[in-house]
């Protein structure tokens, strides 16, 4: 292992960025994650990589997408604002299939709302987002060290799949520093290269998992790319049967890999009578709330999900069977709370929501306190 | 003889041009130029926004990315950085290069990256229905400005010599030799190189503003080389607007060249400083030094 270091969030990120093998980064400054752009400004260079800042946050996916494909493991990273004018990008990359890595930091909205506070405000527009229906992968890190493991595995997600993945944390995980010793060694994933010789390759022909291998410009592969509806060779049709196909493929590539891409922590939920839903922060918070309630008696457990999207039914529906009381705790308004409620609907949980978007985070008292206003008074907790 | 179909998709035809555009003839301008400088077409990209102009890209046996809208110099920026040794082109048309890309054209020609945009300019959307468009000429119909166009269009190789673009020029889509030698020229510029091709749109424009079919318009651009517009201005757009705008003459040919440095180069001669960086240079793959 390496030698204990203080890092901040958003400087972690570019360190994952960097040890994923992702050697382009093009942004636009905006608070709060401005370091990640500063951070990959420096470092770059000294890997062989390039930084540009580009004109506005549509410029900088769209950069880093042409980079991608030309061969380079590409990223860009904004917080809300840009996030909203990203949009436009993240469903070509879907559309078009290039591996890319978005970083939401995520500030305070709507608009320009409050640009240097915690908020989990994205998380919708992260999935829904970019108009139509596409795929995504997001990630929600929970502290300064997974904020390196889950940048790495956004890249190789992205790799893997051929698809853009975006990873959200909120501003103070985003400034926050914490001691953390990186790992030496990670793994790394590159995309899949075709097999067949040139005048062969088709670059939406599918192999039997859903995704196409993927060769760069410039290395005797030629073909089309485009955001419109397209066959296995790119090229735009507007047949109804070509357009069924690509829409499910593209779907079905995802959503038939679930368990290569889903994952959520379980703490102390074998034995819980009530379950936290929380991510990100706030699940940070709601560790400590489980720790206080236990103190006092209760069977409290935390259910994070690692992967917001695809949203893990599974691991809700589960946990909503065994408990009696699910409190959902989001820095928002109430937006997974919507998705809990629709995996939860086969079991008896009663479903208690926790919300703020004042730009102040959740405390553990008050999940603490949410949690034992569902309890009846137990004699003798102590 | 260059063998045009030797560059062409044929698989992708039929095209989407109208009878008359003279898109087509930049198409094979384009081609011819590609073949003068010798170039292989695994070694070029043609990255394209959103138009009548951008669809054409799919049709050339070259890396092609179809990007959106506007977008195609900031997509061409990072193929360019990723591939420096590619030749790379921006095929756009005046609105999706002035209007919704006009910030990326602008930024492109700022950092002087060594792309070749080629503007394809029929002053007025054609995809979508013959709408105004930011260099349809005051007082001009469009299917959005019936009462004639109330703005001021843009000059676009003012606006890219303004910008830092290295390399600026305009031609007409009838001249094609002389097109096919201007982009060829533009190819072999190290830096930003902006091409305002006077195309033609018959169909919407030369309806609207009693500009005739494809032939007529593209006479009117021969009989007026060095005043382009001229023959627009005068064709009265607008009977009712008693007073049409002055003739705007729109010079053509090589407009600008200069010599600054070459954004893609520049951006890999960045060293980190020491001291500069929080970050320690990772440890090269494979224990390298070691010993």
């Known amino acids: 292992m390496g030698e204990p270091q203080l890092l901040q969030g958003n400087s972690a990120c570019a360190l994952g960025a960097i040890a994923a093998g992702c050697r382009f980064y093009a942004g636009y400054p905006i608070s709060p994650s401005s370091e990640v752009a500063e951070e990959m400004a420096r470092a770059l260079p000294a890997v062989g990589g390039l930084f540009v800042q580009m004109e506005d946050e549509i410029a900088s996916l769209a950069a880093a997408i042409g980079a991608s494909v030309g061969g380079m493991k590409a990223m860009t990273g904004t917080s809300g604002p840009g996030f909203s004018l990203m949009q436009e990008h993240i469903g070509y990359a879907a559309m078009a299939e290039v591996p890319c890595v978005v970083v939401d930091v995520m500030r305070g909205g709507p608009s320009t709302g409050l640009p240097t506070s915690p908020s989990q405000g994205d998380v919708m527009q992260a999935r829904w987002g970019t108009h139509g229906d596409h795929p995504i992968i997001v990630l929600a890190p929970a502290s300064v060290r997974e904020i390196h493991d889950l940048t790495i595995r956004a890249f190789n997600l992205a790799e893997r799949f051929r698809t853009p993945v975006i990873v959200v944390y909120d501003e103070v995980l985003g400034h926050v520093r914490e001691r953390v010793i990186l790992p030496e060694t990670v793994d790394v994933v590159d995309r899949r290269r075709p097999t067949v010789p040139p005048e062969r390759y088709a670059p939406y022909a599918a192999d039997d998992d859903g995704v196409a291998p993927l060769m760069p410009f410039g290395e005797g592969y030629r073909f089309h790319m485009t955001g419109l509806v397209h066959d296995e060779r790119g090229y735009p049709t507007n047949d109804s049967a070509a357009a069924d196909a690509l829409i499910r493929r593209l779907h079905g590539k995802i959503d038939e890999h679930l368990a290569e891409v889903e994952d959520v922590e379980r703490t102390l939920l074998d034995d819980a009578e009530v379950a936290v839903f929380a991510y990100g922060i706030v699940a940070a918070a709601a560790r400590d709330a489980i720790g206080m309630a236990r103190d006092r008696g209760i069977r409290a457990g935390l259910l994070r999900p690692i992967t917001l999207w695809p949203f893990p039914e599974g691991a809700v529906a589960e946990t909503a069977a065994r408990v009696r009381s699910l409190v959902v705790a989001e820095l928002n308004m109430g937006q997974m709370v919507r998705e809990v409620r629709a995996a939860a609907a086969s079991g008896n949980a009663e479903l208690v929501g926790l919300f703020r978007a004042d730009g102040e985070a959740i405390t553990p008292q008050a999940i603490l306190e949410r949690i034992e206003s569902l309890v009846p008074v137990m004699g003798g907790a102590s | ?291």
Not at chain 2, 29 to 47: C, H, N, P, Q, T
Not at chain 2, 154 to 161: G, H, R
Not at chain 2, 233 to 261: C, N, W
């Open chain 2, 1 to 291: 003889m260059i063998d045009v179909r030797g560059y062409l998709r044929e698989e992708t035809m039929p095209h989407v041009l109208c009878p008359g555009c003279a898109h087509g003839i930049v198409l094979r301008a384009l081609i011819e130029a590609i073949a003068a400088r010798g170039l292989s077409k695994d070694e070029v990209a043609l990255v394209a926004g959103i138009g009548c102009s951008s669809r054409l890209v799919g049709h050339v046996d070259v890396c092609t990315l179809h990007a959106t809208h506007g977008r195609a110099p900031a997509f061409a920026t990072g193929i360019k950085l990723s591939r420096p040794e590619m030749t790379v082109a921006v095929i756009t048309g005046d609105g999706d290069g002035l209007a919704i890309g006009g910030n990326h054209l602008i930024h492109a020609a700022r950092r002087n990256i060594d792309l070749t945009c080629l503007l394809f300019n029929n002053s007025i959307y054609g995809m979508t229905g013959g709408q105004l468009g930011p260099t349809t000429p005051q007082g001009a119909v469009a299917s959005t400005s019936p009462f004639g166009n109330p703005e001021s269009p843009f000059d676009a190789c003012k606006l890219m010599e303004g910008a830092g673009a290295t390399f600026v020029a305009r031609v007409a889509a009838f001249e094609e030799p002389v097109l096919a030698s201007v982009i060829a020229a533009a190819l072999a510029h190290k830096g930003f190189a902006f091409i305002d091709v006077i195309s033609d749109c018959p169909v919407y424009f030369g309806r609207y503003n009693h500009g005739g079919e494809g032939p007529e318009m593209l006479m009117a651009m021969k009989r007026h080389d060095t005043a382009i517009d001229a023959v627009l201005a005068t064709k009265r757009f607008v009977p009712h607007i008693q007073e049409t705008p002055a003739a705007q003459t729109l010079p053509t040919g090589i407009l600008h060249r200069a010599d600054r440095p070459e954004f893609s180069q520049v951006c890999r001669q960045a060293h980190p400083v020491a001291g500069s960086g929080s970050i320690a240079p990772p440890e090269t793959e494979g224990g390298a030094g070691e010993g």
